[in-house]
Nanobody, 127 residues
Framework: QVQLVESGGGVVQAGGSLRLSCAAS????????AGWFRQAPGKEREFVAG????????SYSDSVKGRFTISRDDAKNTVFLQMNSLKSEDTAIYYC????????????????????WGQGTQVTVSS
């Protein structure tokens, strides 16, 4: 089973950018659909962005659409989340997730459908 490790979090001013990485080990991430979720203090974990196994389909929550971009580099066994125009409400712990799938074009937005999770990386946006 693939193991996931996130990196790239930190503190950034509002309007700034960060790029999160999710590196996979012990497996080929190319066999998985992937997603990013986040959880702010006192709130439930929410879907942020999803990417099909093929990399050809994406999905975003309305709150990040147009600002965030999910992508993958299967040669590096890594999924990325480019976050631009950050807002204070983007402050949260960000988690990447992966699900082995036979369907190349499926994008998964439901957290309970993912079987593999990283430990999370903190993103703090100061206003």
């Amino acid at each position: 089973q693939v193991q996931l490790v996130e990196s790239g979090g930190g503190v950034v001013q509002a309007g700034g950018s960060l790029r999160l990485s999710c590196a996979a080990s012990d497996g080929n991430l190319g066999s998985y659909a992937a997603g990013w979720f986040r959880q702010a203090p006192g709130k439930e974990r929410e879907f942020v962005a999803g990417l099909s196994k093929s990399g050809g389909r994406t999905s975003y929550s309305d709150s990040v659409k147009g600002r965030f971009t999910i992508s993958r580099d299967d040669a590096k066994n890594t999924v990325f989340l480019q976050m631009n125009s950050l807002k204070s409400e983007d402050t949260a712990i960000y988690y990447c997730a992966a699900r082995a799938t036979a369907f190349g074009t499926s994008v998964i937005e439901v957290a309970t459908m993912y079987g593999r999770w990283g430990q999370g990386t903190q993103v703090t946006v100061s206003s």
